[in-house]
């Protein structure tokens, strides 16, 4: 007696980290992961819903990668499905943006503006910069005078001229690829987020037992 084996197509998939879209909408596939799959499965995966957005949903919902290989196993059982990378996609709801009012877009700039300068100012205050100014002056010179302009107004474009370049951006303007600190510090901050975020709102990843 001839045993007939059936046929296990693998799928792989790579869940992605972060989704955003709007509001009540079906959420596919395709749209949360990369997909390699035999022809065949390919469109119907492409398409496939693995979560309707709900009206009750917080801003960021978590979806677990169990839940997609449930979904998957579901319509076709005759497959294999092998994941890579993450193992939960945050998906982002994005609201309407509200209309930015330009007299509290200025007072915030002008606030940042001055608080910025009242920091620098007292830093330079803290480390007597002035007296060093005026000791490099004389050094250079042989001259004591009280305000060494000569020394002080180019430091003050220095200062200008290396937050833009440390920051490598002058308005939306970058100047090479690499990296900024900030966009470093604020990568690293969303990967803590994620993480938390993964963890707390996935309700699937915690168990509660109950202790008598």
């Not at 993450?86 to 609201?95: A, Y």
């Not at 330009?102 to 007597?128: D, Q």
């Amino acid at each position: 007696m001839q045993e007939v084996k059936m046929m296990v197509s693998t799928i792989y998939i790579r869940m992605r980290s972060r989704v955003e879209t709007k509001e009540c909408q079906k959420i596919t596939l395709s749209q949360t992961a990369q997909i390699i799959a035999p022809d065949q499965y390919f469109p119907d995966l492409h398409k496939l819903v693995v979560y309707e957005l709900k009206k009750v949903d917080n801003q960021l919902v978590v979806l677990d990668v169990m839940r997609i290989i449930n979904i998957i196993s579901v319509q076709f059982p005759n497959s294999e499905v092998q994941t890579i990378g993450p193992t939960q996609t945050i998906i982002e709801i994005i609201k309407d943006k509200k209309i930015t009012s330009w007299p509290l877009f200025l007072f915030v700039w002008i606030l940042l503006f001055i608080g910025s300068g009242l920091a620098i100012l007292n830093f330079h205050e803290e480390v007597s910069m002035q007296i060093v100014h005026q000791k490099l002056y004389w050094i250079i010179t042989g001259k004591e005078v009280a305000k060494p302009l000569l020394l002080q107004i180019p430091y003050s474009f220095g200062i200008g001229m290396g937050m833009i370049l440390f920051f490598n951006h002058i308005f939306k303007k970058r100047f090479n690829e690499e990296p900024s600190p900030l966009e470093i510090e604020m990568f690293n901050y969303q990967q803590d987020i994620d993480h938390y975020v993964s963890i707390k709102e996935n309700n699937e990843s915690v168990k509660h037992l109950d202790v008598d």
